[in-house]
């Protein structure tokens, strides 16, 4: 399955139950408090059955990972499909 962008902000909308990503795909998510390390593991999840994409833990990196844009860029340049 490939992945877009829009299949991409809907699991974190859904994941952290919030609107403001898909207004705002630069809020800090876990700074803002709407992703934790629980929700990260849900959302690797979601990756997975959602999208067939296969994230490690490790690859989490707060810093990489701290915007849903961040996010999306990491995965087009780390899984290409």
């Known amino acids: 399955m490939m992945m877009s962008r829009e299949k991409v902000l809907n699991i974190l909308t859904r994941i952290c139950d919030s609107k403001e990503i898909m207004s705002n795909p630069d809020v800090e998510l876990y700074t803002k408090g709407l ?8 959302f690797i999840v979601a990756l997975e059955e959602e999208l067939n994409i296969s994230v490690s833990i490790t690859e989490i990196d707060r810093e990489l990972w701290a915007t849903p844009n961040k996010i999306i860029d990491y995965l087009e340049a780390n899984y290409p499909q």
């Open 35 to 42: 992703l934790d390390s629980f929700g990260t593991v849900q």
